[in-house]
T-cell receptor, first 115, second 111 residues
């Protein structure tokens, strides 16, 4: 069964360092998303991406964050200068159709720990 | 503003009983609602969805009810099994690319 895969599963970094989280969405999907979940809290929307551009983003997704689909298969989230409060589980998701018409398929997440 | 939340943070049920997980939403413009299940160490997994032009939808052992008058959503799980133990999130779509998740309810199934 096709699945969304994410790497790394866990990354530990020092505050101020850049981090890139990688995702391989399901191959025929056209819509891509990043969410984050701080331990024990709800899943928060960060950004959606379609047709090689950001389609929507939340107030969390400030200038420190960027997304890219560099090669037609990977979808990356970059955090330029990590802060302690960026520590969270980051989930990538993809969908075949726009989000208000069908399910999102989530990866198993990348845990980011900022020290 | 938009918010999707849950009435109960934890729910404990006996194996074989029915479970009901509730959710309130505040954005009356939302027209698409989804329930996701999250098992420990995994990403959210789609369970069932419902559009605002419906008030009930059934799946395999699960039923979602939507009451637009009071902006309430519920997930019913019939004959709850140990494998149903997880955190359940309601989510709403605000009409496009953005799906907003609620706070989550942890379901414990006692054998």
């Amino acid at each position: 069964e096709p699945e969304v895969t994410q790497t790394p599963s866990h990354q530990v970094t020092q505050m101020g360092q850049e981090v890139i989280l990688r995702c391989v969405p399901i191959s025929n999907h056209l819509y891509f998303y990043w969410y984050r979940q701080i331990l024990g809290q709800k899943v928060e929307f960060l950004v959606s991406f379609y047709n090689n551009e950001i389609s929507e983003k939340s107030e969390i997704f400030d200038d420190q964050f960027s997304v890219e689909r560099p090669d037609g298969s990977n979808f990356t989230l970059k955090i330029r200068s990590t802060k302690l409060e960026d520590s969270a589980m980051y989930f990538c998701a993809s969908s075949e159709k726009i989000a208000n018409t069908g399910e999102l398929f989530f990866g198993e997440g990348s845990r980011l720990t900022v020290l | 503003g938009e918010s999707v939340g849950l009435h109960l943070p934890t729910l404990s049920v006996q194996e074989g009983d029915n479970s009901i997980i509730n959710c309130a939403y505040s954005n009356s413009a939302s027209d698409y609602f989804i329930w996701y299940k999250q098992e420990s160490g995994k990403g959210p997994q789609f369970i069932i969805d419902i559009r605002s032009n419906m008030d009930k939808r059934q799946g395999q052992r699960v039923t979602v009810l939507l009451n637009k008058t009071v902006k309430h959503l519920s997930l019913q799980i019939a004959a709850t099994q140990p494998g149903d133990s997880a955190v359940y999130f309601c989510a709403e779509n605000t009409g496009g690319f953005k799906t907003i998740f609620g706070a989550g309810t942890r379901l414990f199934v006692k054998a």
